[in-house]
Every structure is written in C-alpha cells, then in structure tokens.
C-alpha cells in the first residue's frame, strides 16, 4: 500500500480496518546472493539502495533482535553535514542530500526537520577554527553561517551568555542540520527494502561465518545455517564480535553513550544546540521532550546503560549553558554502544576475505550517516568498487597511517574520541 | 563503579581515568615489524564479557592499575599495581 494523505482520509472514514503491517516476517531461505548480518540503520538503508539502485533483492537482512532495536533506535537524532576533512565532508554532503530526498524516496514520513544546528564558540581562537570549518562546508557546497553573539541571542535568547567558565562569543549556524524520528527512519528503509523483495529476518543472531578458500561461503544463524555469495557485516556496537567469527580483530573499542529526555514541554528550543565545551547537545523532539546528551563515559561496555557521573556532568552542563533546563523533570535517561574508531571516522570496504565486506567505526554519529552509509556500501558490495563519497574510509589507514582521519584533531588513538 | 585501588581502598570511578584495554602494557620494542605496532597501537579484542584495563588514580594515590572488570555488567572483580603485574 502507498502512504498518503488520502490514504489516512480513506483508512479514516472506514474505521482503520485497511492497514497492513509495513513490512512481512518471512522464514529464512537456504542461499541467497547477498546476506547482510544486522537489521539497524546502516543494514537497512543498505537493503534498500542495493534493491533499488543496483536490482539487487536476492538479498536478505538477519536481525539478532527486533529491527531498530539497536542504536538507530536510541541516538539523539542529530542530522547534520558540517564535516571539516576531506573524506568526511563530502561523504556527510553526499548523505545530507540524500536525507532531502529520503521521503519521497522510501515513501514514508521519517519526520526529517531542517531546524538548523548551532555549533557555539568561547574564544576567539575557537570562532577562528570554526570560520576555518564554515569556509570547508560552503566549498563542499553545504551551508554555513558565523553568527556574532548577538546574532545567537536573536535565535538562542534563553542561553545564559555571560556564564563565567564559557562566555558565548558566537556560534556557526548550519541551516540545513536538524533532527528526524530515529525509529521511523529504521521502519521506512525496511518497509522500502521488503516492497522490493528483500527478506527481513528477526529473531536471527548470525554465530559463525563460512569460509572455504579464502572465500565466504555463507553463515550460521540461530535460525539454521544460510549460504550467500557475499556476507556484510552492519552490526555498529557488536562489530568486533562478529568479525571476529571471520577471523579478524578490527580497529574497534566499544564504548557507551548515554542520552537524556525530559518530560513533554510547548515548544521552547527551535534549533539543535551544540555546546561543544560543556559537553552538552539539546534539541527538543515533536513530542516536546528535551533530548540531550553529552560525552562518552569513556571505559569500554556492552551494557547499553551509563553510570552517575556522567549523568551528573551533562546536566551540570546544562545548567550552566541555560539556567531554566533546571525547572523540567528528567524522564528517562538510556545508553547505546558505539564502535569507537582510532581516529574517530568510519570504515566502509573490503575485509581481507573474498567475498566478505565491512562497515563499522561509526562512533557517536551514525545516524546521519545512515542513507550515506547504506547507499556507498551497496555500491561497494554491487561493484566491488568503492563509492566516491566513501571512498576515504579505508580500512587499511591505521595499518599504514595514510589517510587519517582525525576530525577533531585529537589523535589517532583508542580513547581520545 | 567503585575501583578497589590497593593503596587507597575502594574509591568511586570518578577519581580515576581509564586509559584502555591493559595490551597497551605489552609495548613492542622499537624494532618489532609494524605490524606488531598496528597491532598495539589500533586492534582489540573488545570483549563482551571480562576484560583487563589500565586505569589511572589520579585524584588519589596516582598509580597505575590494571582493574578486571566486566563490560557487559560493569561488575569491577579486581585492581592490582601496573607496576607488579608488567614486572611479572
Ligand atoms: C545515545 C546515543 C546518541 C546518539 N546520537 C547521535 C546523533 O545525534 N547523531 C548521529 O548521527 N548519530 C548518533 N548516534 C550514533 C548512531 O546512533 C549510531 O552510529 C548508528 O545508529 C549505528 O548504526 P546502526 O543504526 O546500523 O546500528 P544499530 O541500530 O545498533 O544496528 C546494529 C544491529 O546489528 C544487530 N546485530 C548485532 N550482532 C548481530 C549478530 N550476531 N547477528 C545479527 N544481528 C546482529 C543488532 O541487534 C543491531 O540491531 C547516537 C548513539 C547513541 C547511543
Ligand atoms: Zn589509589
């Protein structure tokens, strides 16, 4: 069935009895061409651009849990293309561009809301670096504008500027960044990829990975063992445990990330805020909860839930970025695990086994990426060529040192991201 | 989580820094192969499940641990001195 506007008037005035589930719940098949292990995101969008771009629906998605159920699920839904290096910017321009167009494309509302993103500064240096970061983004193509402290106080005026630690001198205002339900982008991209043929396998934790000769024959699963040509591995927080069923140890730390939501609040946040010296991000969600988060915790875990003292920081940052933060009530607060990189950038390639292909290091900010991701790892899988977008997230660089890619300047390093 | 730094006692997390997976002990010598350095510097194991990890106590007693602790519950089982355990 096709989504519309006529559809719910339809659905409406005959009591809602039509609608359909959105995608169907098939049984595992014994081969298919291509077998794509991890129904989140980037598995999903991948689906879909190999169905839809490369003709490609012998393909099927294998789920250890629910789709969605990961991180796609849980990050604070932060779209955004305002990458400074090369590699990263144009791969994040490429996935911005396909954010645009994503709805009309999957023919779902994935709620994608260009509030704009303002990044603030502290210091004159800091408004230096991020002129530097704006003039990357208008040469990429993307939009960027400086504003000065009075320019944030017309669209921020609830912010405390004069607070001790971080007076605000400004911020970077990126009018295309903005937000889009986490959930439905899942949904949408897995409805799209079952409309062209794609099974969609939940309940289904791959445990091993097939490989004679050097080359991946197929994969066993807690539904049966299922044969493919090619096998891709999307799996974010878990990607060193199921590549290590291929033999490989990746350049991959898993860490957790907490997030934050308030009660349901009238509108009082437009823009997502990002206040990089606090450690502290806010947006506010449809709903009307504020969703904020800040830091890692900074140890490895695979408990998808954080401790106290990052707890504490974040809202301590909160309070100091705007004061009446502290009047609304603490919902919920959740984690999600993310696949640490060295240098903090992704990898999309080949795994050094025939056959087997690799898409991980998306660290804190994957859900941007996932139209990007899923649409240059199909090309790769569909080509066994790189997409140009992506073509920089090589998985070789840290083994050689060429190509790094370390956007915030910290080092190439476990623990520094 | 509270860390049982064996100079100071059980002391909560905050006082500490963690630096990482403890391979990061096993430094290879200046002429090891590169790959023995990719090896250390970049690839983990990342385990779901026990793991050995050097964390620093530096709003205590400033040494070195190695703690044991569970990345799937967050239960902390061990910490002993960096010192004794890479003399070993
Ligand atoms: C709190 C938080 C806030 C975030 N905020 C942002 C943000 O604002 N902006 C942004 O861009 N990014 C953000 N992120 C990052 C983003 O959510 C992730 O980078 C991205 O979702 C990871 O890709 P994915 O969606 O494919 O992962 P997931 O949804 O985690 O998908 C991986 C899937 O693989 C499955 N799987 C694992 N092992 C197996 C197996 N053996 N067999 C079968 N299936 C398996 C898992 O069950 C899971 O469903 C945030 C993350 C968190 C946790
Ligand atoms: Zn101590």
């Known amino acids: ?417 | 989580m509270l860390i049982p730094c064996p100079v100071c006692g059980p002391r909560d997390s905050r006082e500490f820094t963690c630096k990482g997976h403890a391979v990061t002990l096993a430094r290879p010598q200046a002429d090891a192969p590169p790959e023995a350095w990719d090896a250390y510097l970049h690839l983990r194991d990342n385990p779901a499940g026990p793991t050995r990890e050097l964390w620093h106590h530096n709003a205590g007693c400033t040494a070195w641990l190695v703690v044991e602790r569970n990345t799937v519950t967050h239960a902390v089982t061990g910490a002993r001195l960096a010192g004794e355990v890479a003399a070993r």
Request: hydrophobic share 40%; glycine share 14%; charged share 20%.
């Open chain 1, 1 to 417: 069935m096709r989504y519309s506007g006529w559809q719910v008037l339809a659905q409406g005035i005959t009591g809602n009895r039509g609608w359909r589930p959105a995608w169907r719940d098939p049984a595992p098949k014994e081969a298919y061409d291509i077998v794509i292990i991890g129904g989140g995101g980037h598995g999903l969008s991948t689906a879909h651009y190999l169905a839809k771009e490369h003709g490609l629906t012998n393909v099927a998605v294998l789920e250890k849990g629910y789709l969605g159920g990961g991180s796609v699920g849980r990050n604070t839904t932060i779209v955004r293309a305002n990458y400074l290096l090369e590699g990263n910017s144009q791969f994040y321009s490429h996935s911005l561009r396909l954010w645009e167009g994503l709805e009309a494309d999957l023919n779902y509302n994935v709620m994608h809301s260009q509030r704009g993103l303002i990044n603030l500064f502290h210091s004159d240096g800091q408004r230096d670096a991020f002129v530097r970061r704006g003039n990357m983004m208008i040469n990429q193509g993307d939009d960027a504008i400086l504003l000065d402290r009075e320019g944030c106080r017309k669209l921020l005026p609830y912010l405390d500027y004069e607070q001790t630690r971080f007076p605000i001198y400004g911020g970077l205002y990126h009018p295309r960044g903005g937000t889009a339900r986490h959930d439905a982008v899942a949904w949408g991209y897995a409805r799209a990829a079952d409309r062209r043929g794609v099974d969609l396998i939940q309940n289904c934790e791959v445990t091993g990975i097939d490989i004679a000769g050097g080359r991946v024959t197929g994969v066993q699963t807690t539904r049966g063992a299922i044969r493919a040509k090619k096998v891709a591995i999307v799996v974010a927080g878990r990607s060193s445990q199921v590549a290590a069923m291929a033999g490989l140890r990746l350049p991959i730390e898993s860490h957790v990330l907490q997030a934050f939501v308030t009660e349901g609040l009238k509108p009082v946040i437009n823009h997502v805020i990002s206040y990089g010296m606090g450690h502290f991000y806010i947006s506010q969600s449809d709903k009307g909860g504020l969703v904020f988060g800040g830091d890692l915790d900074f140890y490895a875990s695979y408990a998808a839930r954080g401790n106290l003292p990052m707890a504490e920081h974040v809202a301590e940052a909160g309070m100091t970025l705007m004061p009446m933060i502290g009047r609304a009530r603490m919902l919920r607060s959740w984690g999600g695990i993310m696949d640490m990189s060295p240098d903090g950038s992704p990898i999309i390639d080949k795994a050094p086994v025939e056959g087997l292909y690799l898409n991980c290091g998306w660290c804190y900010g994957g859900f941007k990426a996932v139209p990007g991701s899923g649409n240059c790892f199909a090309h790769l899988i569909a080509t066994d060529r790189p997409h140009k977008a992506a073509s920089a997230f090589r998985l070789d660089r840290f083994e050689t040192g060429r190509g790094l890619m370390d956007e915030e300047g910290t080092g190439s390093q476990h623990n520094l991201h």
